[in-house]
């Protein structure tokens, strides 16, 4: 069992006035999940994904699959 604290950290993109979330991906290879967070609070809850959905997201975001509003 592992004990390895989530590193978490936000996008080089992620200037715009703190509306930002943050994952912690050093978690991927220890226990196959992607914890994220909202930046603002980082002592409230985090969604976690598997590593599956996760790379399903990433490849949908690079694909266009999300326009913006």
């Given at each position: 069992m592992t004990t390895e604290s989530p590193r978490w950290f936000k996008s080089s993109y992620s200037d715009n006035g703190g509306d930002c979330i943050e994952i912690a991906a050093n978690l991927l290879?220890?226990?196959g999940v992607v914890p994220v967070r909202d930046s603002k609070d980082p002592n409230g809850p985090s969604l976690v994904f598997d590593g599956a959905a996760w790379s399903a997201f990433v490849?949908?975001?690079k694909a266009g699959d999300f326009p913006s509003a």
């Open positions: 290879a220890s226990r490849a949908g975001v």
